[in-house]
């Protein structure tokens, strides 16, 4: 008798008639006439249950089995033996079932075997994983988790944890989280009557990383291929379905490297791990598919065999301009896209991703390469149909005296960025990188509408529950 | 001509009298009367530079080769051949050279081609990458967090992202950093004068987690094999060698298991990552052999051969208070091991890894499972020579009555825990877990004595630079 995962069970790996122990928490139970009780037993192991029939001669039936419902704990042993019903490879003829735990009132029991809404799961964060959805997003999650960590390691990135407290503004571009130590009923003051940061744990101004960019920037200037992937956090008080407070990031970095070299990467990145999810969680993908997102499926399909489209913003500018169509934000030389232009782009006019490169100069960060035009610096967007925007990056400005310049235009304090500055002034080489919010990511693969289902705790303004 | 890593330059793989380039980072040049300069360039892919032969033919040998020092950013171009000297397979005779970056000032670069004291490099950890010991300990790191990944997948568990931000103090443990966008200078008041929290990015007070355990719990009473990998706060004012206020975790979880199975994973955990580490990183173990710690390979091999011994809490005191041995600290049932007893057990009487099984209840987490002699719980620690306890574990608390009155005992408000009480409610199982500081591992490994040097930008009690 050996314990087996269901996915174990019923994946044709185990010889007909071997006898096996599975456990879960039941998804349904139906009692036939004859004197049979049919439970599915799911363990997360894969998007499918397994059917355990149960005898009513087993001794405890009639006292737990057929009280059974939906979320109880059972480990359940027997014959493994292919499935008479449809769409079941294997099902187990139970000969014991143990009970671990039953659910205090079924009645009231959250996760009835039914369809939730998503509003209402969020509330019970706690128990959506046992959900068919959100077993399958978890799944699929992880699946992309791995890829991005192997697709890395197999081209000789090096994994960098950038810090996560840290007292740098990395774009000057998102609003950021206090952390502090500070009694808030008894704050220090200095002579002035300012609060007295050089009292508190850090002994200055502390906050929570909007980016890990400029930190691994460092160590791409000694290793050479390397990437983050870490939380980040955005406190912008913008309670809409693409933003949470707190979510992860991919950020590669590549030295000797230009826009280009970065704009391959990409596309060789985005198709890799879409690859993953089809080769190995086609279960879940089908399930997706059937409930959530129509063309889930097909759309990667197309996505991984399509060679991106690379566009000038310049030329971007000028088909949107000449498309006839008409656009609720203006479209100029200048001003920067707008989700409805890249969809456009991306969707009706290339019909596949497309990377938009070299925008206007002053749309941009300060640390993005300044082109030889002296008005556009080398960053990219890369944007998918479906979706929009779903990496953004650049070459960097690795030339000290250009930086400089732009930091002064921009009103950033040299002496804050001294570090950064640092690794230009010793043997600086041209390299490049880019950003990938994972949740967004999730949300495209899974076909949802709100970023808050594609993370397992959601935190946004307002919602910080657990 | 192919642009190759210098891992890829000195394997053996690209057939000798090769066109190659390859692009890095001078340490050392040497200039021979011959006419001829010796460039060792490293680019981090592995731990060996690889040694450049320049001929003073080159057009820029005397205007660019010859001003070559430590740090400058270099493309070189030339023919892979077998080298002459020792210690090295191929080095790379150059046909053309290309600066990318000088050194803006050698004499003041901080990396000199020489030792450096970890002090000095700590206040420099945006360079500390570019020196043989952080460029070893970066690749050792990244191959630990990849193997922890991969240990994981392949057996069926399942990543999770629990909250960085939180609500729920998981331990009652440690001292938490607050997370808040409330404007010091001007606190919202409530009514009676406190500060009102309601004001507060998410409406109440928040603060970093201090582990991801209790949030991950949930989802393995649903995926039944998960673990976190992430990082996690402590805001203890220690100032040692030993603590960092911000550092990675990693807590797996699995249900229908015992303290017994917990340990069993302990054990092939670890196993399996020091194996990673002996068969991948050779190149970076032997110089941390060489300069650091002298059996830094011996003791991986010897740790991943033995068979952990297992004990109980009560006979290590036993055994203890037989060993003779002067401690600073006292030993008696009741009371926690202190790091000389732990060191004792492992190194001086079983001389291998060692698992100390149930301890006492009140000296250990409230959600740990109370055995049936009423006084000790399914807690674990493994202990290993070199490092004292390296994991600590349990068998959770799966009964909601038990758990319900261990959290009166501790004080603790079960309205603030009603989400965590709900699995147990639902379908509880028994379950078991344990959580491994991931720098301590890494501490370990490369033979490190102060944990601020394990982690690329180190956050410490008044250290937050960067």
């Known amino acids: 008798m050996s314990v087996v995962s269901v996915q174990k069970a019923l994946s044709g790996d ?66 493994l033996v292919p499935s008479q019903g449809a769409g079941q490879s294997f099902e187990l003829q139970a000969t014991a079932i143990e009970i671990t735990g039953f659910v205090e009132d079924p009645e009231t029991y959250p996760i009835q075997p039914k369809a939730h809404s998503l509003e209402f799961l969020r509330e019970v964060a706690h128990l959506r994983p046992r959900t068919n959805l959100f077993g399958a997003v978890t799944r699929i999650r992880h699946c992309l988790a ?52 050089s009292r508190d744990f850090f002994g200055k101004e502390t906050f929570l990383t909007v980016s890990g960019q ?13 990437y983050t992937f870490g939380p980040t956090f955005r406190a912008e008080n913008s309670n809409t379905t693409r933003h949470l407070a707190e979510f992860w990031m991919i950020e590669p970095e590549i030295a000797f490297a230009d826009l280009n070299d970065d704009a391959n990467l990409a596309e060789e990145f985005l198709k890799y791990l879409f690859r993953a999810v089809l080769a190995e969680r086609g279960d879940d993908m089908a399930f997706i598919a059937e409930r959530v997102q129509k063309d889930a499926i097909t759309r990667l399909e197309k996505f991984v065999e399509a060679p991106f489209a690379r566009i000038e913003y310049g030329e971007a500018i000028r088909l949107l301009q000449a498309s006839g169509r008409k656009f609720d934000y203006p479209v100029e030389w200048g001003l920067d896209l707008q989700t409805e232009h890249e969809r456009w782009l991306t969707e009706e006019h290339v019909g596949r ?11 941009k960060a300060f640390y993005m390469r300044l082109n030889d035009d002296g008005r556009t610096v080398a960053a990219m967007d890369v944007l998918a149909p479906g979706i929009g925007e779903i990496i953004g990056g650049s070459q960097r400005e690795e030339r000290l005296d250009v930086l ?44 949802l509408s709100n970023i808050r289902d594609a993370i397992p705790y959601p935190r946004a303004p307002g919602q910080a529950e657990y």
């Open 353 to 363: 991703p497309v990377v938009v490169v070299n925008y206007p100069e002053h749309i």
């Open 214 to 226: 400029l930190n691994v920037e460092a160590y791409c200037l000694a290793l050479s291929k390397v």
């Open 404 to 447: 400089d310049a732009r930091m002064d235009k921009f009103g950033l304090d040299r002496g804050h960025y001294g570090w950064y500055r640092d690794f230009r002034r010793y043997g600086t080489v041209p390299h490049a990188g880019f950003g990938l919010g994972f949740e967004r990511l999730v949300v495209y693969v899974c076909g």
């Open 146 to 197: 791995q890829a991005v960590h192997r697709f890395f390691h197999e081209r000789g990135f090096y994994w960098i944890s950038t810090p996560i407290i840290t007292t740098s503004d990395a774009e000057g571009a998102g609003e950021m989280f206090r952390v502090s130590t500070l009694d808030l009923a008894n704050l220090p003051r200095d002579a002035g009557g300012a609060v007295d940061f």
């Open 14 to 79: 185990i010889g007909t008639g071997s006898e096996v122990t599975v456990r879960g928490w039941v998804r349904t139970r139906r009692d036939s006439k004859a004197g049979l009780s049919f439970v599915n037993l799911s363990d997360g192991s894969c998007f499918a249950p397994i059917q355990v029939v149960v005898p009513d001669s087993l001794e405890n039936y009639e006292s737990e089995v057929k009280r059974l419902s939906a979320g109880c704990g059972v480990i359940a042993t027997g014959t």
